[in-house]
């Protein structure tokens, strides 16, 4: 079977993945004023981005990708050949993305045996999804099965992330006031983290960047107890790579052969979590 898989741009695929030929990327956009973005992984354009978000108190607007591109995606499959499609969104909790894949690819279903993915995160979770997808199939799984083991590492890979402003997050509604207000008037860290239905909620409060750092050390401990087939981590951040860096540092001490993917949370994200957020991505390998 030849299967195509779709996924949005919050997923910042690396290059070898974005430039497969059977790999379809669906940007989002970012609204400032008057401007409107592409949602990004270049370097400099990010870069660019996060000293904008820094520099002003006007917060971007970010919206799903758009239909007419998805659907111009899908009439591609269908005049190259493909029989079926998977496709990979950001949580369906914190975006309408996966909902829109899903009312437009009800339109291919009699040409294309199509798999809908809710990642039930985003970033890095989604690419490794795609990479596993890949490896899945073409080691000639079915797809029932490829749907089940990708179903089963989105509900097991797990996100944190601390982020410096809370305000961002609260005005997209991503999470409540009262987490705001907790950060703001009792000055401490909150860890947020992707919960089991994919919303953003406060998963634990620490009082400085140093227990953040310690904290996530002991949640790999304690993934690395719980999978006995390992784990992968992924660090994401909004342009502060030296903190990031810092965390893969202090947890290489301990795990020296941990595998890491460190990289920007693209602007999408970035729009949400601000500026200096970081946060890692505890990725189970799929059971031998």
């Given at each position: 079977?030849?299967?195509?898989?779709?996924?949005?741009?919050?997923?910042?695929?690396?290059?070898?993945?974005?430039?497969?030929?059977?790999?379809?990327?669906?940007?989002?956009?970012v609204?400032?004023?008057?401007?409107?973005?592409?949602?990004?992984?270049?370097?400099?354009?990010?870069?660019?981005?996060?000293?904008?978000?820094?520099?002003?108190?006007?917060?971007?607007?970010?919206?799903?990708?758009?239909?007419?591109?998805?659907?111009?995606?899908?009439?591609?499959?269908?005049?190259?050949?493909?029989?079926?499609?998977?496709?990979?969104?950001?949580?369906?909790?914190?975006?309408?993305?996966?909902?829109?894949?899903?009312?437009?690819?009800?339109?291919?279903?009699?040409?294309?045996?199509?798999?809908?993915?809710?990642?039930?995160?985003?970033?890095?979770?989604?690419?490794?999804?795609?990479?596993?997808?890949?490896?899945?199939?073409?080691?000639?799984?079915?797809?029932?099965?490829?749907?089940?083991?990708?179903?089963?590492?989105?509900?097991?890979?797990?996100?944190?992330?601390?982020?410096?402003?809370?305000?961002?997050?609260?005005?997209?509604?991503?999470?409540?006031?009262?987490?705001?207000?907790?950060?703001?008037?009792?000055?401490?860290?909150?860890?947020?983290?992707?919960?089991?239905?994919?919303?953003v909620?406060?998963?634990?409060?620490?009082?400085?960047?140093k227990?953040?750092?310690?904290?996530?050390?002991?949640?790999?401990?304690?993934?690395?107890?719980?999978?006995?087939?390992?784990?992968?981590?992924?660090?994401?951040h909004?342009?502060?790579?030296?903190?990031?860096?810092e965390?893969?540092?202090?947890?290489?001490?301990?795990y020296?052969?941990?595998?890491?993917?460190?990289?920007?949370?693209?602007?999408?994200?970035?729009?949400?979590?601000?500026?200096?957020?970081?946060?890692?991505?505890?990725?189970?390998?799929?059971?031998?």
């Open positions: 079977m030849k299967t195509a898989y779709i996924i949005d741009s919050s997923s910042s695929i690396n290059e070898t993945l974005g430039n497969r030929s059977d790999v379809y990327v669906q940007n989002l956009e609204t400032w004023g008057d401007t409107a973005y592409t949602d990004t992984t270049d370097l400099s354009l990010m870069k660019e981005f996060y000293q904008r978000l820094e520099s002003t108190e006007e917060l971007p607007k970010t919206s799903q990708p758009r239909q007419g591109k998805l659907s111009e995606s899908f009439d591609d499959i269908v005049q190259k050949g493909f029989d079926s499609v998977i496709i990979i969104t950001l949580a369906s909790a914190i975006s309408g993305t996966y909902n829109t894949f899903r009312m437009i690819s009800e339109h291919y279903q009699k040409s294309l045996d199509i798999r809908m993915i809710d990642s039930k995160g985003t970033s890095y979770v989604e690419e490794r999804l795609l990479e596993y997808a890949i490896e899945l199939n073409e080691a000639g799984f079915d797809l029932d099965t490829i749907e089940e083991k990708l179903n089963w590492f989105s509900e097991q890979a797990r996100i944190y992330v601390v982020i410096e402003d809370l305000n961002a997050i609260v005005k997209g509604g991503r999470l409540s006031s009262f987490g705001a207000f907790l950060g703001s008037t009792l000055k401490i860290r909150p860890i947020l983290h992707f919960d089991d239905e994919g919303k909620e406060v998963f634990e409060k620490v009082r400085t960047t227990k953040v750092y310690q904290r996530y050390l002991t949640l790999v401990d304690e993934a690395v107890a719980k999978y006995p087939d390992g784990i992968d981590l992924a660090l994401a909004g342009d502060c790579e030296d903190s990031a860096l965390v893969k540092e202090l947890i290489l001490e301990k020296p052969e941990m595998s890491f993917r460190v990289g920007y949370l693209t602007p999408v994200l970035g729009t949400h979590g601000g500026k200096n957020s970081l946060g890692i991505g505890i990725l189970p390998k799929l059971p031998k």
